[in-house]
């Protein structure tokens, strides 16, 4: 298969070099020419816009920060739909409203360009490991001609259902992990401000029903304050505003969400936006006079 891939930052470089070292011939494009380079070097070839991805690839990957620029690299000027051939597959796997999704594949669909949302979940370690999860909304035909792709870069891959989809399962992910990342750092704050070993607790809590990812993973990374960025805060506030945004248009109250959201734009802020969302332990250990 040849897989084109239009972003390559943390997340879209080692997903597209997963691409590569499954044997697919890759053809990258990113707006920052050192971004490219370790691509080129590990055998994929440079294309100098969107639209000249497009006349060369089966179906075209799409990982940016927001939907402006979904919207730049599939519609814009050189972008994937002015140089898009018969049977071309567009697929962003960015983070985005469900609404906007919609809306892209819509005017896709209009230009004869079939469209998935794809976001995925398990952040840089997942991608560099070709273990995320994939939430995939669009047609059932599109969702087939793309997996090929997907099974690259991740284990657990579902189409959830029709254009939108995706991003939906994405939101409902970012409001778990929200409350999962904040819930965490309660819990080890709280442990050190009375007296007891966060490792200690960490550990007993990870044999009961407390247990979760996020509890042995990131719990882990606060105790050794390893905060270096592998998904950071302002994208977490982001990814919150999204669901805050969708709740506002369904007419539903996410009280947990908005706390949650509440919490992240506090961390953007205070200057913690370019630390990881674990960071958020940093935010609570300061009124509590620790650390």
Known sequence: MKIGFLGL??????????????????????RRAESMLPLAEAGAR??????EVARQVDVVISMVADAPDVEQVMLGENGVASGAQAGLVAVDMSTIAP????????????????????PVSGGEVGAIAGTLSIMAGGSEAAFARAKPAFECMGKNIVHIGDSGAGQVAKACNQIMTGMGVMAVAEALCFAS?????????????????????????????MIDRNFKPGFKSWMH???????????HELGLMLPGSAMTAQMFNAMVGSGLGEEDS?????LLENPSGQQ
């Open 237 to 247: 506030q982001k990814d919150l505003n999204i669901v805050m945004q969708s709740a």
């Open 9 to 30: 930052g943390i997340m879209g470089r080692p997903m597209a070099l997963n691409t590569l070292k499954a044997g697919h011939e890759v053809v990258v494009w990113a």
């Open 99 to 118: 609404s906007a999704a919609k809306d892209i594949a819509a005017k896709m669909k209009a230009r004869g360009i079939e469209f998935v949302d794809a």
């Open 278 to 282: 674990i960071a958020v332990l940093k």
């Open 193 to 221: 401000k009375a007296g007891a070993n966060p490792a200690k607790v960490r550990e007993a809590l990870l044999g009961g029903f407390a247990y979760s990812k996020i509890l042995e993973n990131h719990g882990q990374r």
């Open 46 to 51: 440079i294309a100098t816009s969107p639209a």
